[in-house]
């Protein structure tokens, strides 16, 4: 009962987080842009959200290892309420670019505890169904951001938005207080600091598999982030549709992904994760490079949904494989790594794109992002290949009263 009163705290709490900063994320750089900003205040606020997730994230999971999980999320909500009240009472662009830094350091605190608690209260037999049905909190809040943010935005302005983005924080925040038990963390604390008193980032990469999934989702956000950056251009350029047939286009795959997670991380639990993985990241992948190719909404609007369908197939696997990845190497490090490299793919893929695009073409970014994939599959086979090989088998015989071992390898 502690148990899945605590997942109910944190799938609320991770609802009502990705939600605020949902709708408010969706129309910031709308918002600084009608304070006057241009040219590099423009860009900055934007810049410094993404760089303190990838700078902080393996940090911050490193410390909720050590201090606490409780700690650590009451600190990263406590952030996050500040940083909404500020956006509510200023209109300073500098005060904004630093809340934008805040912000990134609160989201770099405040993954790796959520996903490290539920975790803990996981068998591996029923982790892939636990994590994905947690990861509905996420998607189905993000989906729904920009859509609550659209109405709040035309019944009140930016006011009303920071104002549910405050509320939100706040909800967030008082349920952590009551929901996150201290005891509980304090039981797991002292074995999480055995496991990882002597863990680092480099020492903890030196693991294949760990290699392995990290390549896996730095090649994954690459794809996520080309698509959200240039399938709009693309269908409204080429394909001629219009704004709701884009929308629609664009939601899609959420929603499938969405509604999928839990029956397929049911399907996790049942089938082997990382063969699970494999076909997803390489269906996907192909998929891609059919995207130039499609010749109406009709056609497009069913790729981007099977698209969603095939993602869907590695996440609760990837999310799950991650956790025994975490049980080796402290959890909170272990994610906070994971979320650093996914903000970096999100972070590369994009710019990768605006090369692509202006080199060789708009059509060119899916097939880059295509190629990408499968290189990031086939970096994740190689690295579960190498660490699943069996040790090579040792002979010894006698040669001339000295013994001598020879291996089967």
Known sequence: METRRLFRGLFLINFAITLG?????????????SLGARGILLVLPLALYSLSKILFSPFMGTYSDRIGRRKLATVSLA?????SVCYFFTTSLILITILRLLQGIGCAMFRPVVVSLVSEGTTNEKR???????DISFYGALSAGPVIGGIL?????FKGIFAVLTLLCLIALLVALVCIPSQKLQQHQSAERSKVKCKTFFTMTRRNSLRGLLAFIFGRACGISLLAAFLPILLTTKLGLSGTQTGLVMASSTLVFTILLRPVGILSDKAPRKSLVVAGGTIVSLLYFLIPVMAGFHQILSLVVGIGLFSVLSQPSSTALLVEEGSRHGMGLTVGTFNSVLN???????????????????????????????VAVGLFIAN??????????????????????????
């Not at 952030?79 to 940083?83: D, K, N, Q, T």
């Not at 892939?128 to 947690?134: D, E, K, L």
């Not at 080199?359 to 994939?373: E, Q």
């Open 79 to 83: 952030l996050y309420l500040f940083v």
């Open 128 to 134: 892939s169904t636990v994590m994905g049905t947690f």
């Open 153 to 157: 935005k035309d019944l009140w302005g």
């Open 384 to 409: 579960i290949a190498s660490e699943e090989a069996p040790p090579p088998s040792l002979y010894i015989f006698e040669e001339g009263g000295k013994h001598k071992i020879l291996s089967s390898s």
């Open 344 to 374: 970096m793919g999100f972070v590369a893929g994009p710019i990768f794109g605006a090369g692509m695009q202006y080199t060789f073409g708009l059509t060119s970014v899916f097939y880059a992002a295509g190629a990408m994939g499968l």
């Open 21 to 33: 900063f949902g709708i408010a994320d969706a129309f910031f750089s709308m918002y600084v842009f």
